[in-house]
C-alpha cells in the first residue's frame, strides 16, 4: 500500500503560523505573555500537524520545521476537536481545524491567538475561576426582559468603545438593576457565570483585537447580541468582556495584573475605574438610565420576538413529536463531555434545549456521538431526541457504530431497543445517567 503521510506542512498553514509570531514579536498582546511558545495543533478527520510540542503523541512523525519549531505529524487524536484548548499528551495545546487553503491569513493568525491564550489561562491563570458552562443551559435567553435589559447595556458599551466614556457610569445602573432582577428570581449563579464568561472568552477576544481584529467587528457583535436572544447565554460574553478589557486599557494600566492576582472580576475593576477617575459625576437612577435610552420600545420589541421565537421552538417540537421518519432517542451517559455550538442553541427551558445545527458527546470510556440534524438535548432524561429519515445502520463488530444521514456513533458497546412504532433507543456503555459537562465547539 502506498504511504500517503503527508511530507511537509501545508503552505497555507506554515504561512500563519509565521504571522502568529510576527504578531507576537511586534506586538504585546498581554503583560508577560508570549504565544510562540505555545503547542499548537492543526487538525482534519484525517491528519494532525503538531508544532512546538515537548513530547508529541507516539507514532507521530517529523515533517520538519516552521518559524523555528519542530513538526510532527500523525492522525488525530479523540481530544483533537474543534477550536479550542486541551491536553494532548500531558500539555496543554491550542487546537485549530486546519482552515481551507484560501483562507485569509490575519484572521485565522487572530483565532490561533486566542485558543493560545485558552492555553494560557489554563496554565499561568489557571488559578482564576472558570465559568460553570452547565448554567448555559438555564440561562434565561427567552426572557424578554433581561434581553431588553442586555440591549441597553450593550449598545452602551459600544458607545464607550467609540470615545464616549461617560456612559460607562449608566451601563453599571443598568447591568446593577438587571443583576438585582436576576437575584430575585434565585438566579444568583447566573449573575457570576456571566462575568467568569467574559473573562474566559472575552479576554482571547480582547487579545484579538490588539492582534488587528477590527474594534468594529466587536461593536457590531454587542450592537446585535440578545436581539430576540441571540447569542445571550454565551457568544454575547465574547463582546461584552472584550468591550470591558479594552475600556480598562483606559482606566487603569495595571488591570491585566490585578485581574491575575484574583478576587475581581472584569466588571469590578471597571466599576472601580469609573469611580476612580469620576467619569461621570451624576449617578443616575435606573427609571431615568433606562427613559433616556428608550427601554420600553426595546422591550416591546422583544416581547414580540419572544412570541416569534416560541412558534419556531413548538414547530420545532411538532416536528420531532410526530414528523416523517424515525424518532431516535441517544442515551446521554454519565459525565459525558456535550459538544455544541453556541451560535446555534435554542432554550426550552431550563435543562432542556434545542441544537439546531450540530452537537454531539464525548465519554472518558472513548463514546462518541455526532449530530448533524436538528436535535433536542434533555438533561432531565439524559437523552438525545433526533429524528432520521429512515433506521440507521448498526454494526457490533469490535465496536459499536451506528451511522445514518447526520448520525454517527462510536462506543466501547452499546445497545438498541424498539420503544414503539417507529421509535428507538440507543444505549451507550459508559455508567449511570446524569448532567452532562459541557465543551463548546468554538
Not at 486541551?86 to 486546519?98: E, S
Not at 486599557?249 to 472580576?265: F, I, P
Not at 469609573?274 to 422591550?299: A, H, K, N, W
Not at 421565537?309 to 454519565?334: A, F, T
Request: hydrophobic fraction near 35%; proline fraction near 7%; include cysteine.
Amino acid at each position: 500500500m502506498a504511504d500517503t503521510r503527508p511530507e511537509q506542512l501545508p503552505s497555507h498553514v506554515a504561512e500563519i503560523v509565521l504571522e502568529v509570531h510576527s504578531i507576537a514579536k511586534s506586538t504585546e498582546l498581554w503583560t508577560g505573555w508570549n504565544p510562540v511558545h505555545t503547542p499548537l495543533v492543526f487538525h482534519t478527520p484525517q491528519v494532525a500537524y503538531v508544532i512546538g510540542h515537548p513530547a508529541p503523541p507516539g507514532g507521530y512523525y517529523p515533517l520538519g520545521s516552521v518559524g523555528g519549531l519542530q513538526v510532527y505529524s500523525g492522525p488525530p487524536l479523540p481530544e483533537m476537536a474543534a477550536n479550542t484548548a486541551a491536553q494532548v499528551n500531558g500539555h496543554w495545546c491550542a487546537l485549530i481545524m486546519t482552515p481551507d487553503a484560501g483562507a485569509a491569513v490575519k484572521d485565522c493568525a487572530r483565532l490561533v491567538l486566542h485558543e493560545c491564550f485558552h492555553v494560557y489561562q489554563n496554565t499561568a491563570l489557571k488559578h482564576l475561576p472558570r465559568p460553570n458552562i452547565q448554567l448555559m443551559s438555564r440561562y434565561p435567553e427567552n426572557d424578554p426582559e433581561n434581553n431588553a435589559l442586555c440591549v441597553i447595556e450593550n449598545r452602551l458599551l459600544a458607545r464607550a468603545l467609540e470615545g464616549d466614556d461617560s456612559v460607562l457610569t449608566h451601563f453599571l445602573v443598568v447591568r446593577r438593576s438587571r443583576h438585582q432582577r436576576l437575584q430575585s428570581l434565585s438566579m444568583d449563579d447566573l449573575c457570576i457565570y456571566e462575568e467568569l464568561s467574559e473573562y474566559n472568552e472575552g479576554t482571547p477576544t480582547y487579545v484579538e483585537v490588539k492582534a488587528g481584529r477590527p474594534l468594529q467587528d466587536i461593536k457590531d457583535g454587542l450592537l446585535r447580541s440578545n436581539i430576540g436572544g441571540n447569542g445571550a447565554g454565551y457568544r454575547r460574553f465574547y463582546y461584552t468582556g472584550a468591550a470591558i478589557a479594552l475600556l480598562l486599557d483606559r482606566t487603569s494600566r495595571t488591570w491585566q495584573s490585578r485581574l491575575a492576582e484574583g478576587g475581581k472580576t472584569l466588571g469590578q475593576l471597571i466599576q472601580e475605574g469609573v469611580e476612580r477617575f469620576c467619569l461621570s459625576s451624576d449617578t443616575p437612577g435606573i427609571d431615568r438610565v433606562l427613559l433616556e435610552y428608550g427601554y420600553q420600545e426595546v422591550l416591546d420589541a422583544e416581547r414580540s420576538r419572544e412570541e416569534e421565537r416560541q412558534e419556531k421552538i413548538n414547530s420545532i417540537m411538532e416536528d420531532l413529536k410526530s414528523g416523517p421518519g424515525i424518532l431516535v432517542e441517544i442515551e446521554i451517559p454519565h459525565g459525558s463531555t456535550i459538544l455544541f455550538d453556541p451560535t446555534n442553541i435554542l432554550v426550552v427551558r431550563a435543562g432542556v434545549r434545542i441544537h439546531t445545527r450540530i452537537c454531539g458527546l464525548k465519554t472518558d470510556n472513548g463514546a462518541e456521538v455526532f449530530v448533524e440534524r436538528v436535535c433536542v438535548e434533555d438533561q432531565e432524561s439524559h437523552r438525545f431526541l433526533v429524528r432520521l429519515p429512515g433506521l440507521p445502520e448498526v454494526r457490533e463488530d469490535e465496536v459499536f457504530t451506528v451511522s445514518g444521514p447526520g448520525l454517527k456513533i462510536r462506543a466501547p458497546a452499546g445497545s438498541v431497543k424498539e420503544t414503539g412504532p417507529g421509535s428507538y433507543r440507543i444505549g451507550l456503555m459508559g455508567g449511570p445517567t446524569g448532567n452532562p459537562a459541557p465543551r463548546h465547539l468554538e
